[in-house]
C-alpha cells in the first residue's frame, strides 16, 4: 500500500526560499484555454464511461463542437484585448480536424502543451508501453504542427496512471499541470532522475468544476477569480506565487458567461507587478533559478537544518 504519490516531500508554504518574478512581479499569472476534441463514439472503456448517458450523445458532442466553432474565437479576441497569450491544453486531435485553429494560435506566439490526443480516450487500463505511446503520439504531433515540442502535460480527461508523469519527463517534457498541492511551482520527484517541476493549475479555478460540479452563477465565478487573485497578489508580495485560470471555450465563452469573465480579466491586468506568463516561461523561469534552492530547502528542513534563500 502508498501512503503518498511519491512525486514529492512535504514541503510547508511557510518561510520558503523567496520567489522573485521578472521584472519584480509578485504573481505570475497565466490562463490555459482546454482546447479538446470529443468522440462522438469513442473507444468503450471499462473503467469510465466517456459520455454517460445513450448514445448518439448529439446534445454534450454538440456543445463541445460549438467550443471549437464559435467559442475559441470569442476568448481568443478576449485574451487578444488584455494582451494575454493562452498556454493551450490541446487535445492534439484537433491538429487535423481544425487546423485553422493551431494556425491562430500560432500567430499570436500561443503556447500548446499535451493534453492527450482526445479528450475521450483516458489511461485508465493502458499498459506502459501503451501510454508511452500515446504521450509520445502527442507530443511529435504538437511538434510537426506547431513548430516546437511541448513542454507542459495535462492527462486526458485528468485520468492518470502511476507513471504518466515518469513517462513524459523521459519523452522530455519538463513540466506538469497534473497536480493541484501548491499555489507556488514545485520540484516533482519522477524516476528517471530529470529536472522536472508542477506548475499550479487550479480545479477550482477551472470553469467545468464552476460552472458543472459547483454549480456557481458567471458572476460567482468572476467573483472567485478575483477574490482568488487578491489573496494571491497580497501573498507574492513576500514570495512570488502563481494564478493559472484554465478555461473551456464551451463553458466560459457562452454569451451570458463572458462579461463575467472578461470583468475578471480587466480586474486583473489593472494591477502593476503582475507577469503575464505561459506554463513554459513559468516552468523555465522557476527552473533556472528556483529549483535548486527549493531541492536544497526540503533537504535542509528534512534534516532539521535552517533553510537557505532564493535568487
Known amino acids: 500500500m502508498k501512503s503518498d504519490?511519491?512525486?514529492?516531500?512535504?514541503?510547508?508554504?511557510?518561510?520558503?526560499?523567496?520567489?522573485?518574478?521578472?521584472?519584480?512581479?509578485?504573481?505570475?499569472?497565466?490562463?490555459?484555454?482546454?482546447i479538446e476534441f470529443y468522440e462522438l463514439d469513442p473507444p468503450v472503456n471499462p473503467q469510465r464511461a466517456a459520455w454517460p448517458h445513450a448514445y448518439p450523445a448529439v446534445a454534450g458532442y454538440s456543445i463541445r463542437d460549438y467550443g471549437n466553432r464559435v467559442g475559441h474565437l470569442r476568448q481568443m479576441a478576449l485574451l487578444d484585448k488584455y494582451g494575454i497569450r493562452g498556454s493551450i491544453s490541446l487535445s492534439t486531435a484537433l491538429c487535423e480536424h481544425h487546423p485553422e485553429i493551431i494556425a491562430m494560435c500560432r500567430e499570436r506566439d500561443w503556447e500548446f502543451f499535451s493534453h492527450?490526443?482526445?479528450?475521450?480516450?483516458?489511461?485508465?487500463?493502458?499498459?506502459?508501453?501503451?501510454?508511452?505511446?500515446?504521450?509520445?503520439e502527442s507530443m511529435e504531433t504538437i511538434a510537426r504542427h506547431a513548430g516546437r515540442m511541448p513542454a507542459g502535460y495535462l492527462a486526458p480527461a485528468l485520468s492518470h496512471s502511476e507513471v504518466t508523469l515518469d513517462l513524459f519527463a523521459e519523452l522530455g517534457g519538463k513540466y506538469t499541470c497534473d497536480l493541484f498541492h501548491d499555489d507556488q511551482p514545485t520540484p516533482?520527484?519522477?524516476?528517471?532522475?530529470?529536472?522536472?517541476?508542477?506548475?499550479?493549475?487550479?480545479l477550482e479555478m477551472n470553469d467545468t468544476i464552476a460552472y458543472v460540479v459547483n454549480k456557481v452563477t458567471p458572476r460567482g465565478y468572476g467573483q472567485n477569480?478575483?477574490?482568488?487573485?487578491?489573496?494571491?497578489?497580497a501573498e507574492g508580495a513576500r514570495s512570488g506565487?502563481?494564478?493559472?485560470?484554465?478555461?473551456?471555450?464551451?463553458?466560459?465563452?457562452?454569451?451570458?458567461?463572458?462579461?463575467?469573465?472578461e470583468e475578471a480579466l480587466e480586474y486583473i491586468t489593472g494591477h502593476p507587478d503582475v507577469w503575464l506568463a505561459t506554463g513554459?516561461?513559468?516552468?523555465?523561469?522557476?527552473?533556472?533559478?528556483?529549483?535548486?534552492?527549493?531541492?536544497?530547502?526540503?533537504?535542509a528542513r528534512q534534516k532539521g537544518v535552517s533553510h537557505g534563500t532564493g535568487r
Not at 477569480?225 to 497578489?233: A, E, G, K, N, V
Not at 484554465?246 to 451570458?256: F, L
Open 5 to 34: 504519490t511519491g512525486y514529492y516531500d512535504y514541503w510547508a508554504y511557510h518561510e520558503r526560499p523567496r520567489i522573485v518574478w521578472p521584472n519584480g512581479a509578485r504573481l505570475a499569472f497565466w490562463v490555459a484555454p482546454n
Open 116 to 136: 492527450g490526443i482526445y479528450n475521450t480516450r483516458y489511461t485508465y487500463g493502458m499498459s506502459e508501453e501503451q501510454e508511452r505511446g500515446m504521450i509520445r
Open 188 to 202: 516533482v520527484r519522477v524516476r528517471g532522475g530529470q529536472k522536472f517541476v508542477s506548475v499550479p493549475y487550479s
Open 225 to 233: 477569480i478575483r477574490d482568488c487573485f487578491d489573496r494571491l497578489y
Open 241 to 261: 506565487t502563481v494564478m493559472c485560470v484554465p478555461t473551456h471555450n464551451y463553458q466560459v465563452s457562452c454569451p451570458h458567461r463572458l462579461k463575467a469573465f
Open 280 to 299: 513554459r516561461e513559468i516552468a523555465e523561469y522557476y527552473n533556472a533559478y528556483y529549483h535548486d534552492a527549493a531541492l536544497a530547502d526540503i533537504a
